[in-house]
């Protein structure tokens, strides 16, 4: 089970990593739309576009649906909720750490009065 979270989280980051995939990602949120209307705002070929398109359904993040011949695509979100989640987790950590800085500080501060 770690090793399938930790494999899903790779792949999900890895996805995320590049700016013309969450940028489509963005776009996808807004509604689904072809392949070609997603390509229209870059300024890379269908071929560049497919690959992106490839490693963000290969990471569950997009799942493209046949109508015909033209090729609808979808936001799948539940990976990003488990990156999420597992940054969550992390935020927790740090926000516990500056509270206890803060609270270090306060007291240097009572102390550096007396």
Same mark, same amino acid.
Request: charged share 25%; hydrophobic share 40%; with cysteine.
């Given at each position: 089970? #770690?090793? &399938? &979270?930790t494999h899903n989280l790779d792949i999900t980051f890895m996805a995320l990593a590049d700016a013309t995939r969450r940028a489509m990602l963005s776009r996808l949120?807004?509604?689904?739309?072809i392949v070609t209307e997603l390509a229209e705002p870059f300024n890379i070929s269908l071929p560049a576009i497919s690959k992106h398109l490839r490693i963000l359904e290969n990471a569950g993040l997009v799942a493209r649906i046949k109508e015909? +011949? #033209? @090729? +609808?695509c979808q936001? #799948?979100? @539940?990976p990003m909720k488990e990156a999420a989640e597992w940054i969550a987790h992390y935020r927790q950590f740090w926000e516990q750490q500056f509270d206890a800085l803060d609270k270090y500080l306060q007291n240097s501060k009572k102390e550096g009065k007396r």
């Amino acid at each position: 089970m #770690v090793k &399938y &979270y930790t494999h899903n989280l790779d792949i999900t980051f890895m996805a995320l990593a590049d700016a013309t995939r969450r940028a489509m990602l963005s776009r996808l949120a807004e509604s689904d739309c072809i392949v070609t209307e997603l390509a229209e705002p870059f300024n890379i070929s269908l071929p560049a576009i497919s690959k992106h398109l490839r490693i963000l359904e290969n990471a569950g993040l997009v799942a493209r649906i046949k109508e015909g +011949r #033209v @090729q +609808r695509c979808q936001l #799948v979100a @539940q990976p990003m909720k488990e990156a999420a989640e597992w940054i969550a987790h992390y935020r927790q950590f740090w926000e516990q750490q500056f509270d206890a800085l803060d609270k270090y500080l306060q007291n240097s501060k009572k102390e550096g009065k007396r």
